[in-house]
Every structure is written in C-alpha cells, then in structure tokens.
C-alpha cells in the first residue's frame, strides 16, 4: 500500500506479520473481529492506516489478527468510545504504555543486579576480602 494522498499518512511503521499456513487457528479475520466489536471493518482498516494495529497478512494478503492486537483494538476502542479520546491521543497514549512496559522492564533488571550485589555483601564468606592498612604500621613498645 502507497501513501494515501489524501490524509499524507503511509503504511503503519514496521514489519507485517508472516503468518505460516499452519498456524492460522490462532487468528481472526476482520469481518470477525468487527462484528465482535461493533465496529466497520473501515474502521479497522482506518486504524492499521494510523498505525495504532498491525494485523498479521495471510499469504493472499488478508488481514489476520492475533489475540494482542485484538486486545490492543479493545484498549483503542476503550480510549475513543468510553473516553472520547481522539485518535491523534490514542497513538500518544499507547506509545507511552509501550514506554512504560518498556522502563519496568528495565527497573525490574536492575531491582535483581541490586538483590545480587546485596545478598553478595550480606555474605562475605563468599567474596572474602582481606582488609590491609595503608601506610606504614607504626609499634609502640612501652
């Protein structure tokens, strides 16, 4: 799919999905995933435009969605139905929950290297150090 002329957008960012012939149990076709939600599949087709959803393609081309971007859609849906978000704050807020997994996966790795370092210190018999002073000692004979 090219740019759209009219609205300046291109295709969603990304790769597409390959979806391999035996696999296809997992996925729902767009016509599905619509009814289930009430929605137009030109409403879905307008989401994949904007980025929000990247549905996987079958080898014909066909849009096939996986349960995470069927759970995306709900939080899409969520956002723009029951809170009247438009969809320019939908991408701003989906791009900060992808932050945000983003970082607490990184303080989550570094919490363990800490509890390491700790439980490393708390036992000195496996990292035994021996303390020597510096300078010269100095005995005093009274």
Request: overall charge positive; charged content about 30%.
């Amino acid at each position: 799919m090219q740019d759209d002329e009219r609205t300046g957008k291109g295709r969603a960012s990304g790769p597409v999905k390959a979806v391999p012939v035996g696999l296809r149990e997992e996925y729902v076709l767009i016509g599905v995933v619509a009814k289930r939600f009430g929605v137009h599949p030109q409403t879905l087709r307008l989401y994949e435009r904007e980025g929000l959803i990247r549905p996987a393609r079958s080898s014909g081309n066909t849009r096939l969605y996986d349960r995470e971007t069927v759970e995306r859609l709900e939080i899409i849906l969520t956002l723009t139905r029951d809170l009247g978000v438009n969809l320019a704050g939908v991408e701003v807020i989906l791009d900060l929950r992808t932050r945000l997994a983003r970082m607490e996966g990184e303080v989550g790795r570094m919490m363990e290297a800490i509890r390491a370092v700790a439980k490393e210190r708390a036992n000195p018999s496996t990292n035994a150090l021996a303390l020597r002073p510096k300078g010269a000692l100095a005995i005093r004979y009274e």
